[in-house]
T-cell receptor, first 111, second 110 residues
Framework: SAVISQKPSRDICQRGTSLTIQCQVD?????MFWYRQQPGQSLTLIAT?????????ESGFVIDKFPISRPNLTFSTLTVSNMSPEDSSIYLC????????FGPGTRLTVL | RKEVEQDPGPFNVPEGATVAFNCTYS??????FFWYRQDCRKEPKLLMS???SGNEDGRFTAQLNRASQYISLLIRDSKLSDSATYLC???????????FGAGTQVVVTP
């Protein structure tokens, strides 16, 4: 199975600040995905991070709020900008390698 | 209306019993279907894919009903370790754009 690591695993942040989450995968993949799972809710796709091009955002998510970098085939970052308490959630990166694998998630709490 | 709907449960199941639950999806063009398992504070992990003819993996049986747009999961001879949240996942065609249900919680009791 694929190995995906994320850091930080959790953070508590102040309103108005930004946090960058890193995702490292052990295989070279063209597409990586960023999901959000709010408390008690299902996973929601934020964006697809393509290597060599701009990320593709889903409805309700914008680049200014969630800028994404994809510098190579094994790494991606998601930044949660100008945070508010509503951004408190688990953020998961994901990749496809015969099946869809998820990172362990970053648990974000915004005060 | 949500794309994928599930009964949140919890389903309290005595050890050794059978439990079954469904998931409905709204997009009739959906192409592939999965059950994922998510343990508390962990990431989702693929339990099994769901095929049109129905499929079995050990104690787990998945069924797909395209006409009624639902999939089901049945767990036989429940183990304590089966306690988890089971996520119904639908792929509408573009690999990676998965639609997730909110999950069905199963609690297996001794």
């Amino acid at each position: 199975s694929a190995v995906i690591s994320q850091k930080p695993s959790r953070d508590i942040c102040q309103r108005g600040t930004s946090l960058t989450i890193q995702c490292q995968v052990d295989s070279q993949v063209t597409m990586m995905f960023w999901y959000r799972q709010q408390p008690g809710q299902s996973l929601t796709l934020i964006a697809t991070a393509n290597q060599g091009s701009e990320a593709t955002y889903e409805s309700g998510f914008v680049i200014d709020k969630f800028p994404i970098s994809r510098p190579n085939l094994t790494f991606s970052t998601l930044t949660v900008s100008n945070m508010s308490p509503e951004d408190s959630s688990i953020y998961l990166c994901s990749m496809t390698h015969n099946e869809q694998f998820f990172g362990p998630g970053t648990r974000l709490t915004v005060l | 209306r949500k794309e994928v709907e599930q009964d949140p449960g919890p389903f309290n199941v005595p050890e050794g019993a059978t439990v079954a639950f469904n998931c409905t999806y709204s997009n009739s063009a959906s192409q592939s279907f999965f059950w994922y398992r998510q343990d508390c504070r962990k990431e989702p992990k693929l339990l099994m894919s769901v095929y049109s003819s129905g499929n079995e993996d050990g104690r787990f049986t998945a069924q797909l009903n395209r006409a009624s747009q639902y999939i089901s999961l049945l767990i036989r001879d429940s183990k304590l370790s089966d306690s988890a949240t089971y996520l119904c996942v639908v792929n509408e065609g573009s690999w990676g754009k998965l639609q997730f249900g909110a999950g069905t919680q199963v609690v297996v009791t001794p």
